[in-house]
């Protein structure tokens, strides 16, 4: 009971859905207990810092940090790959709970007055946030699958934020009451929760999973510096480190700025220590609300790539501006360029950043994000500590000229995010796989379906007809289909056959009976003697005038009307041989029929057209009335558009017309079966869809507009909402939606990459919980806003309650949206 009033109090304020709620709750308090320290930390290093060196000394800690960092990534990943991660951390966090004692000795109680133990001080603190925050998004990624920990990445840097601000104000309030130094004693008891929550987010694992999870953090690793090794080879770890870096330069560059200002203004220690705290608290205020109602809605709404572009963008406007500043104005130009920059980078742009570690594979993430987030970090604000150094130091070139450099690092920052962002989507995509084939894909693929059916009737009509067979195997052997094996297996089983065959077919009366008809059909020359025959003019005119006596007469058995249609299809198209043709189309056995439409296949005769299309709605003839529209090709694309969209023509009929242009394959049919669509034929929507993605699979040039497409997709959506809310309580709504949730992915396939969106519906139906989660993300990063929003409460797994209330209100959403002419894209929107 606890836990449903927690989980519906946290769902207010987040994504937190059933079962996560103590996952979640533990995961911010986490992280509000680190983050509280380090804004403590913050400005007590820089204050100290100042009061034994000047402001042109400014860049010396970050170098001596970014020299030492290298032995402090070493020691993690030994340790990582050793230790079981609970006890990892635990051993972290006691560590430095002994170093904030020791350094608080050191300077209150021992009164040591020597200035390098301010740069010592500064180099362990920067270890201490570094490897804190680490290994909280480390415990994250153990706990929480992909798809949870971007739902719920909002929620924990929320708690970061409010740990934060509380340490801000801390320092802001007590650095002029108790000095600047006595504030550090705060920091070990904050710590000593943390190690509570670190050991209970971990209670769950088992001690295998704990032992496993280091073993494959350390698998393979060759040296300290294997995560090196392992982002050189990678060419997505490869750009975020470049993405990284320049993100480090700009920020290490806006940092010294507004250092050296904060110098200038604030002398003094404990002022500045209380400055840079009530700075730190409005900046982590400001931050919190940002990330608490818009980091989730923006990358929900906007994805990843636009959380990760806020920033660059908005510095690039920020450093540009250092010039419209006079010199005593500047620190307001400091605190709003500084307040920016970690503005995001507390919020939206670090959830951004962190999402891009989801999909590398768990065997390297750790090593390579321990090396990006330490090593590199330090690496690049070294860089621009020696950037900074030179200019401003050595050159003596003014705060504001800095800011070009500044510029240069924005570029680079934005042209690396346009590239990281297409291989984000690659190494998602490499992570699904097909679960399965289509099924008529792989028939077409393996089985020859005409030549099939060819055999098929050659074998039946074997015992009805010796004419048929003769007539069949010619087919056959005409076709290159009569294979050795085939023709073996006829003869087996042929015996002696009782043949009118040969003599009948070419009119010269009598019977006979003969073995081996299939080896004498097969030969070249007996087959070139065959067609001439039938080419005769003198053959024709007896033939017509055979099978128009015969049916003057009524006196034609069913056989003798399947010869007689099997034959039609062999002569030349001559208005006799089409009348004759014609009154066998009318004929009532479907046998006679199926042999009357393969000739009127052959011969192409547009008059035969509507008797084709009437047999469409007969499912003894309908396949090979298919067939034989198929054969006509694109001639009769017009003819089968308006049969489609006639309202009066059998529904029948019109349900079998969509997979005759399917057959095609060409735009022009495409087009048709989309205006088709969209006009709001809503009892042939399926089999419309069908041939449409049929097409898509088939003929991947053909080009679908997508402004045609979404109303439709949002159509089907539409009926999904439909057919779970109209489900009585406690009732899956079972095949109805899984039907209408194919139709969305279908058709989406048309505007997306077909593969893409293939693997992502089958790994949702089908799939492990982590390749759902890549799934979603997937469609997350690919999907266009406005359908994702309606589609992902039909497939994100959610419980029933709230996947109902979600859906009704997107329902009545979805309904207004296509009540307005401007967005409904036509009849099959409503």
């Keep these: 009971m606890t836990e449903d009033r927690i989980s519906r109090t946290l769902s207010r304020i987040a994504d937190v859905r059933p079962?996560?709620?103590?996952?979640?709750?533990?995961?911010?308090?986490?992280?509000?207990?680190?983050?509280?320290?380090?804004?403590?930390?913050?400005?007590?290093?820089?204050?100290l810092f100042f009061v034994s060196f000047s402001d042109r000394f400014l860049p010396l800690p970050y170098l001596l940090t970014a020299l030492l960092i290298g032995f402090v990534v070493g020691l993690n990943l030994k340790l990582l790959r050793t230790l079981p991660r609970r006890r990892f951390i635990s051993l972290s966090i006691a560590f430095f709970i002994a170093g904030f004692l020791l350094f608080w000795l050191l300077w209150v109680v021992l009164k040591v007055n020597w200035n390098g133990l301010s740069l010592i001080y500064w180099f362990w603190s920067d270890a201490f946030i570094a490897t804190s925050v680490t290994q909280f998004w480390i415990a994250v990624n153990d706990v929480l699958h992909p798809h949870q920990a971007k739902r719920l990445v909002g929620f924990f840097v929320s708690g970061g934020l409010l740990g934060g601000l509380g340490g801000a104000l801390l320092a802001w309030n007590l650095a002029r009451a108790i000095g600047t130094e006595n504030l550090l004693l705060f920091c070990p008891a904050v710590l000593v929760l943390t190690l509570i929550v670190v050991n209970l987010v971990y209670a769950d694992r088992s001690a295998e999973d704990d032992r496993g999870a280091a073993a494959n953090s350390g698998r393979g690793l060759a040296g300290s510096f294997e995560g090196f090794h392992i982002v050189r080879k990678n060419r997505y770890l490869l750009l975020m480190a470049g993405m990284l870096g320049a993100g480090a330069v700009v920020g290490n560059l806006i940092e010294l700025q507004f250092n050296t200002i904060l110098r200038w203004q604030f002398p003094s220690p404990d002022p500045r220590t209380a400055f840079l705290g009530s700075f730190f608290a409005a900046l982590l205020l400001i931050s919190y609300l940002v990330q608490l109602f818009g980091t989730g809605r923006i990358l929900r709404r906007f994805g990843v790539r636009a959380g990760l572009l806020v920033a660059p963008v908005l510095l690039l406007a920020g450093a540009a501006s250092i010039f419209l500043f006079t010199t005593a104005s500047l620190i307001v130009w400091a605190v709003l360029v500084k307040g920016t920059d970690k503005g995001l980078e507390n919020s939206l742009s670090q959830s951004a950043r962190e999402l891009l570690y989801l999909p590398v594979p768990a065997d390297i993430k750790y090593k390579a994000k321990m090396f990006l987030d330490m090593f590199l970090n330090k690496f690049s604000t070294a860089l621009g500590a020696l950037l900074f150094?030179?200019?401003?130091?050595?050159?003596?070139?003014?705060?504001?000229s800095i800011s070009i450099i500044t510029i240069v690092f924005l570029v680079l920052w934005l042209l690396l995010v346009r590239l990281i962002f297409g291989e984000y989507l690659g190494v998602v995509k490499k992570d699904l796989e097909r679960r399965w084939e289509d099924g008529e894909k792989v028939v077409a693929e393996r089985m020859d379906v005409d030549s099939a059916r060819l055999v098929f009737d050659t074998l039946q009509s074997r015992e009805r007809s010796s004419v048929l067979y003769a007539m069949n195997l010619f087919d056959l052997v005409r076709k290159d289909k009569l294979t050795p094996e085939l023709r073996e297996v006829l003869a087996g089983k042929n015996g002696e056959l009782r043949a009118r065959s040969m003599d009948s077919l070419l009119d010269v009366g009598g019977e006979s009976f003969f073995a081996g008809m299939e080896d004498v059909l097969a030969d070249e020359e007996f087959r070139t003697q065959i067609k001439e025959v039938l080419e005769l003019e003198a053959y024709r005119n007896v033939m017509g005038e055979h099978l128009e006596k015969a049916a003057g007469e009524g006196r034609e058995s069913e056989v003798e009307k399947m010869e007689a249609a099997k034959l039609l299809g062999m002569m030349t198209p001559e208005p006799r041989v089409i009348r004759q043709l014609d009154r066998l189309l009318r004929d009532?056995?479907?046998?006679?029929?199926?042999y009357a439409l393969e000739s009127a296949a052959r011969l192409k005769r547009k008059e035969l057209i509507p008797l084709i299309v009437q047999q469409l709605g007969n499912p003894l003839t309908c396949q090979v009335a298919r067939d034989a529209l198929a054969a006509y090709g694109g001639r009769i694309l017009g003819v089968l558009a308006r049969n489609l969209e006639d309202p009066k023509q059998d529904i029948s009929v019109r349900r079998a017309l969509p997979e005759v242009l399917a057959r095609m394959g060409t735009q022009r049919a495409a087009d048709a079966l989309v205006a088709a669509l969209v006009n709001g034929h809503e009892e042939i929507d399926p089999e419309i869809i069908q041939a449409l993605y049929r097409i898509r699979s088939g003929t991947p040039g053909v080009v679908f507009k997508e402004k045609r497409i979404v109303p439709a997709i949002l159509t089907q959506v539409r009926m999904g909402f439909t057919a779970l809310l109209e489900s009585r309580p406690g009732e899956a709504p079972g095949s109805r939606l899984a039907f209408r949730i194919k139709r969305v992915f279908d058709l989406l396939s048309l505007i997306y990459p077909s593969e893409d969106i293939v693997k992502a519906y089958q790994n949702i139906c089908r799939g492990t919980r982590k390749s759902i989660d890549y799934s979603l993300e997937l469609l997350d990063n690919v999907v266009r806003k406005d359908i994702k929003e309606f589609l992902l409460p039909l497939i994100e797994d959610l419980p029933p309650e709230e996947r109902i209330r979600r859906c009704r209100k997107l329902y009545k959403a979805l309904e207004k949206k296509g009540r307005d002419p401007d967005l409904k894209g036509g009849p099959a929107f409503r």
């Design 389 to 400: 150094f030179l200019f401003y130091a050595v050159l003596h070139v003014g705060l504001a």
């Design 588 to 594: 009532p056995s479907s046998d006679v029929l199926n």
């Design 19 to 47: 079962g996560e709620s103590r996952t979640a709750l533990l995961l911010f308090l986490y992280f509000f207990l680190i983050t509280f320290p380090a804004y403590i930390v913050k400005p007590v290093k820089v204050s």
